[in-house]
């Protein structure tokens, strides 16, 4: 019977909602400047109850109320009150109060509650006191009915001394997503006083009272709340309730002094609810007073001081049907504790400190874990087998949960029993025919295929899933009119009704995934109230497209036979009243072949790894996000989604959340503020064709193709023709990346024509053209911009990129400033870059930069300063022209197709330098480096001869000219040999001995990387066949800094070696080499030192002669090296070490402040020399929390504490050393 009013009330409350829409709105914003007369956000009221009353007097309507803190300022009666604790807000018939918006909302679904919090607080006078708080701090008397709503707000801070219901005092009025705690009563109800009320969706936490310290409820419904937290002197912590329903509530960590832990309920239907962790002196988990019915709950972990942990029965007329009381504690009656007769059927009485306590209880069909209390006769009663099954996944804890991790166990329990669990099928269709559903929402009743008579049912709160077979192939046919026996076995006996035939595989258990196969035609859902049309919410695969005689899943043709899921209600083509949405796909199933369409807010709703493939989805939503497809965790395949609106928000195409979009037309979709197309979080998009999307509103709008978020990688894709009235009109990327694609065609009204950014995203290997904007025609506010054109973009200012971070190895040409240059940024750098053809109305040069940005290693048409940068000609193939094969003819947005690849005349051939950052291929994926040093610009020019070399490692000698096959073919350059190698997938490369040096052509910048996967070996004579052979004493391979005048330390590089992994799983190695003469202590920063490593081998290496540190490293093994005559000014000359293995190493002769030869933080030192060097504090050493052992520390000198080592911060462990003749000089 309560299950029927709760179905009623859910359609009156649908009633309620859909009125609302046509209601007049009142707006209130706390920090409005405006007229205060609630006309609009603007004009807003700064205070609620003006709003009320004027909703009100107008006949009704709805008042929308932005973010802030609220307090009463007359009372019930709307009088200001001589005794200002009467103050509160009043609820009025036919009006409805919103919390949760910013205030800028246009619709109520844009809102957000829980970030845009609305309190309404009986706080009054700003105080510690509670006591002049008010009495209520929401109020309606018993003239109101449900239309009187309150919605999405906060109340708090009340406080009564006499009165019932300090937070909320109502009487016929409904209350929906609202959070009411710290509200305080010495009478009844502390959070909420209900009578004839209905509340929903709400939390009540932190409340106190004598009875009821959430809720007090008289002939109230109470549904899908939680209550946590709450406590009572008297009965009632959670609820105290009389002549109520209450379905689908969770309470827990309630606490009552006297009776009632969570529930104290009289004449009462209590519903699918949960229960656990509450304490009380008698019944923690529920005292029933008289004619209560409790069903489908679940009842664990409850403790009572004297009787009844789960359940105390005081009166007559209870019943307990199909409850799960386990785990509860009390002295008398652990799980169940009885003054008076009670029923009790279908149920699990499990591992409680006593299961039952008394003869007076009526127990039948039903486990426990003994039968010391039932032995007299009662029928049907079971004791549990441990041995065997019983439910999927049992908490552990017994009785009160004291930690957040008993808390957590009992949360993740899972009740429902296993396959074959005793449970099943055992319990009494009689006493639980008047349930539908289980706890958790599930059919209660299954019909065995394979039994007769009425419907079974299993024991306890939790049904378990059907063991039902259909026919061997695992197919059900169906067709648009059912034929034959309608059975579905086949296609002449299809059936007409998808949603049936999902429901019935819902509740059955499959080893293989049934399939569903479709015959083309219009499928519509058999109600316009349901909130999905169709819904998939076990592991099924359904296929449409068939004529209607296959055999074969391959043998559809998709193109001709359409079969189609329509959202389609009432007026033809108005999607207004449709189903709000088509279909709901979950749990790893499959949906191929369908078009979606007619939804009036989202075509499809994908979740749980779930594959949507040769789908249409088209003409879906009219004002709400989301209109085409949302989709989590899920797949896309070889779909198109076009014509879907989300006129007054967001997301019209796609909402991909962690899901992969691939080979689909995502076009023709508009949106009024973000995503027009496509919007993706962590998600992939590959080989789309996004084109014709837009979003329209013309004081916020994003990215009319793509908005991606949240490492989001797009690849191969052609994004096109999009537009957005402010921003982004092709696609928007935060910390997020696009590669191989084209982006052409787009435009913005404002910044970003064809991509914009917050500065996060990394566009790699892309071509950009012939997108226009206010900012940034092409690119705006770009982390990184590599291997890339950008031609052909117009802007006001910076009309190929504005603002950027990085640009590297890219074309930027033919582009059309109004103002400044085509490249336009605070600061940046361009390296390897072509800039040429590229226009401005007043500006001569095509670079403008606000304050500091390097050009380097780059062709400039008209020239710029920057190490490595030259000028080219305008004229394209003159001698030092850029030598395009084909580029357009006009600077600006052109309908000419360019080629921007470079021929072997051009200038800009080996003109780059080798660094950390250069791409192993350019915009075609050819190998970068063909000649001796990379090309300048988007494209490599010629074919890399290295392609086909298959070899064990790479050769270098100092006078080498081959490709490094062999030391007779040896290269000369370690900058290509280990970029080669990392690009060729080759494990070493061999250097023989001789001086390298880090820059020919003098640049201090320049040093060596070493490569993920690839090792260094020095020390070759040049003639070796084993690395056995090598003698690196004899034969050093010397990497130096000294790329200026010779000896001379002013002008040498400020790093020699470098390596940072990209993950915790990358490593390098490196053996065999001297590595000499850097000086960084002259550069402002002081970033560099001569090695800078992570997660790095080194062994068998020499530092010496080098100005400032010589060696950083972190996570790294170093051993058997020798470190001397180095000098810094700060930190450890020789050697800064952060969580790194040190062995077998010397160090000698160095000087640094802190720690003349080593600074250590969490490293491991052994077997060490460490002798003769000089530093401030600790001569030798300099460490913090590491570990040195069996080493020898002596002859070290530090100018002020710790000669031989000077240990700091956290403890370090020092034993088994030799340490002697080290001295302070002060």
């Known amino acids: 019977m309560g299950i029927r009013k709760i179905i009623y009330g859910i359609c009156v409350c649908m009633l309620w909602v859909s009125a609302a829409y046509a209601q007049k709105v009142v707006y209130v914003d706390i920090q409005a400047k405006g007229t205060n007369d609630g006309s609009s956000w603007k004009n807003a009221f700064t205070q609620l109850q ?88 929401v109020y309606s008397n018993k003239q109101c009915d449900t239309t009187a709503q309150l919605d999405g707000v906060t109340i708090s801070n009340g406080y009564s001394d006499d009165k019932n219901g300090a937070g909320v005092y109502v009487q016929g009025a409904l209350l929906r997503n609202c959070n009411i705690f710290n509200n305080t009563s010495l009478a009844i109800a502390g959070g909420l006083y209900a009578k004839n009320a209905w509340i929903e969706y709400c939390e009540f936490s932190y409340n106190t009272a004598q009875n009821g310290g959430g809720c007090y409820s008289y002939n109230s419904q109470i549904r899908f709340c939680t209550f946590r937290n709450n406590t009572a002197t008297k009965n009632g912590a959670g609820m105290y309730v009389l002549n109520s329903t209450l379905y689908k509530n969770t309470l827990y960590y309630n606490h009552a002094q006297e009776n009632g ?6 004449q009462t239907v209590i519903d699918a609810h949960t229960i656990y962790c509450n304490k009380a002196q008698k019944g923690a988990g529920v005292y029933c007073d008289a004619n209560n019915i409790i069903q489908n709950s679940i009842i664990t972990n409850n403790t009572a001081v004297t009787d009844g942990g789960g359940v105390y029965v005081l009166s007559t007329q ?95 329990a899972n009740w429902e029993p296993v396959s074959g669990s005793q449970l099943c099928d055992k319990g009494n269709f009689v006493l639980a025919q008047y349930l539908i559903r289980d706890c958790m929402g599930n059919n209660r009743f299954n019909r065995n295929s394979q039994k007769q008579g009425p419907p079974i049912v299993d024991i306890g709160a939790v049904e378990a899933k059907s063991s039902l077979l259909i026919q061997a192939n695992n197919i059900i046919y169906v067709k648009p009119r059912w034929t034959g026996t309608g059975d579905g076995t086949s296609w002449e006996n299809a059936t007409s009704n998808i949603q049936q035939v999902l429901q019935m595989l819902s509740s059955m258990y499959f080893s293989t995934p049934p399939q569903i196969w479709v015959q083309q035609g219009i499928y519509y859902p058999s109600s316009v109230s349901l909130p999905f049309g169709f819904q998939i919410k076990s592991k099924v695969h359904m296929y449409g497209g068939f004529k209607g005689t296959e055999t074969q899943i391959d043998e559809r043709n998709l193109a001709v036979y359409n079969s189609q899921l329509s959202g389609e209600f009432g007026v033809f083509g108005d999607n ?134 949240g490492n989001t990688i797009i690849t191969s894709s052609s994004i096109y023709n999009n537009v957005s009235e402010v921003n982004s009109g092709g696609l928007y990327l935060d910390n997020s990346i696009i590669r191989n694609s084209s982006v052409y065609g787009n435009s913005a009204k404002n910044f970003g024509g064809g991509i914009s950014s917050n500065n996060t995203g990394i566009i790699e290997a892309c071509s950009i053209e012939n997108n226009s904007a206010l900012r940034g025609g092409g690119v705006h506010s770009i ?104 580029p357009t003819t006009v600077s600006g947005v052109s309908s000419q197709q360019g080629n921007w690849s470079i021929e072997a005349a051009s200038v800009c051939i080996d003109k780059s330098i080798f660094t950390q950052h250069i791409p192993s291929t350019d915009i075609e994926g050819s190998c970068r480096v063909i000649g001796e040093n990379p090309d300048i610009g988007a494209y490599e020019q010629g074919v890399s001869a290295y392609d086909t070399l298959q070899l064990q490692r790479i050769y270098v000698t100092t006078l080498g000219e081959g490709d490094g096959s062999s030391w007779d073919k040896a290269m000369n350059n370690i900058h290509k040999a280990l970029f080669l190698a990392d690009y060729l997938k080759i494990p070493e490369v061999w250097v023989a001995q001789g001086t390298y040096v880090t820059s020919e052509v003098r640049d201090r910048s320049v040093y060596f990387t070493l490569r993920t996967g690839v090792s260094l070996y020095g020390g070759f004579k040049g003639n ?28 040498d590089a400020y790093r020699i070696l470098y390596y940072s992994p990209t993950s915790l799983k990358d490593s390098s190695f490196i053996d065999g080499f001297v590595i000499q003469n850097s000086n960084n202590t002259n550069e402002p920063s002081q970033a560099f030192c001569a090695a800078d490593i992570t997660q790095v081998s080194m062994s068998n290496c020499i530092f010496t002669n080098n100005t400032g540190i010589a060696l950083r490293a972190k996570d790294c093994i170093i051993s058997q090296c020798n470190f001397f005559d180095n000098k810094a000014s700060e930190y450890g000359a020789a050697v800064v070490l952060d969580k790194t293995n040190f062995t077998n190493n010397s160090v000698y002769n160095n000087y640094g402040k802190q720690g003349g030869g080593i600074y250590a933080n969490q490293s491991k030192i052994s077997l060490c020399n460490v002798y003769s060097n000089t530093g401030q504090n600790g001569g030798g050493m300099y460490v913090l929390k590491s570990d040195i052992s069996q080493s020898k520390i002596y002859n070290n000198t530090a100018e002020i504490n710790g000669g031989g080592i000077y240990a700091v911060g956290m403890p370090s462990r020092i034993v088994n050393n030799v340490i002697y003749n080290n001295v302070n000089s002060t």
């Open 50 to 137: 003006p709003a009320i009353q004027k909703a009100a007097d107008i006949g009704g309507g709805a008042v929308w109320v932005a973010q802030g803190t609220y307090k009463p300022t007359l009372d019930s009666t709307g009088k200001i009150p001589t005794n200002t604790r009467n103050k509160c807000f009043v609820l009025h018939k036919n009006v409805i109060v919103y919390g949760g918006f910013n205030g800028s909302e246009q619709t109520v679904d844009m809102r957000n509650f829980n970030k845009n919090q609305v309190i309404l607080s009986g706080e009054l006078q700003g105080n510690t006191s509670v006591t002049d708080n008010a009495y209520h701090v």
């Open 261 to 266: 832990g969570a529930l104290y309920a009289q």
């Open 318 to 412: 209870n019943k307990i049907i199909n409850v799960t009381v386990s785990l509860n504690t009390a002295v008398s009656g652990g799980g169940i504790s009885a003054a008076q007769q009670v029923i009790v059927g279908n149920s699990l009485l499990l591992n409680n400190s006593q299961d039952i306590d008394a003869q007076s209880i009526i127990i039948s069909y039903s486990y426990l874990s003994d039968n010391s209390y039932v032995s007299n006769g009662t029928d049907s009663v079971w004791v549990v087998d441990p041995a065997k099954g019983l439910c999927v996944k049992m908490p552990d804890t017994v009785g009160y949960a004291v930690t957040p991790q008993g808390l957590e166990n009992i949360r993740k």
């Open 576 to 709: 207004n009243d449709n189903i709000e949405t088509v279909l709901y796909v979950s749990n790893e199933s499959i949906v191929d072949g369908f078009s979606i369409t007619g939804a009036k807010h989202t075509g499809l709703q994908v979740f749980n790894f779930s594959t949507i493939k040769n789908c249409e989805i088209l003409y879906n939503g009219v004002e709400e996000e989301s209109a085409g497809i949302k989709m989590y965790d899920s797949y896309m395949e070889n779909c198109k989604v076009h014509h879907n609106v989300s006129a007054k928000s967001s997301y019209a195409g796609i909402y991909a959340y962690s899901s992969s979009i691939k080979n689909s037309y995502i076009f023709d979709n508009t949106a009024l503020f973000y995503a027009g197309g496509i919007y993706a979080f962590n998600s992939t998009i590959d080989n789309c064709f996004v084109y014709n999307n837009s979003v329209t509103n013309e004081m916020f709008a994003y990215a009319g193709g793509i908005y991606a978020t």
């Open 783 to 886: 982390k990184r911009l590599v291997n890339s054109v950008v031609a052909n973009n117009s802007a006001e200012m910076g009309a190929a990129v504005y603002n950027f971070s990085e640009i590297l190895y890219a074309t930027i040409a033919n582009n059309a400033s109004q103002t400044y240059g085509s490249i336009y940024s605070n600061s940046g750098t361009i390296m390897a870059s072509i800039i040429w053809g590229n226009t401005s109305a007043n500006w001569q040069y095509p670079i403008f930069f606000q304050s500091a940005g390097d050009v380097l290693y780059s062709a400039v048409q008209g020239g710029w300063s920057g190490n490595g940068t030259f000028m080219i000609d305008s004229r394209n193939t003159d001698a030092y022209g850029p030598h395009f094969v084909e």
């Open 1024 to 1051: 070796e066949t084993f690395l056995q052979e090598r003698n690196p004493g004899a034969f050093p391979s010397i990497l130096s800094g000294d790329i200026g005048r010779l000896e001379r330390e002013y002008d």
